[in-house]
């Protein structure tokens, strides 16, 4: 990953797994890094993503934001990610975009929802 550019991302800053079911959108938002999520996290994909996290904690960024708004499909893949990023987050704020049952579900059945600090919208995490 190289260096971050407020407000965007440059396609050295993108992971996309192997069957392009899943694409990770790096990007800095001043003190901020947000991982946009678009497809399916699944046992396949969750690697990926996982790599994005443990990447951006290794900043130190005050604030990471897991935008799942684009996810299709979350498995408990996709949630073990979000456990490890919860648990490596110590120094950083972790949020996450979450609006569609895809997502918000799973989180509700595991109780994860009651862990993590999930936003509707990126504003919104950007916000506190």
Known sequence: MSGFDAGKSTSSDNETDKRDRTAVAIRQVSDAIVLAVAGEIDMTTAPALERAVRLSLAKHPATLIIDLT???????????????????????????????????????????????????????????
């Open 70 to 128: 684009g996810a299709q499909f979350f498995s408990s893949a996709g949630i073990a990610v979000l456990v490890l990023a919860h648990r490596e987050s110590a120094a950083t704020a972790l949020r996450v975009v979450a609006a569609d049952r895809v997502v918000l579900r799973p989180l509700e059945l595991t109780g994860l929802a009651d862990d993590l600090a999930i936003r509707s919208t990126v504003e919104a995490a950007l916000a506190g």
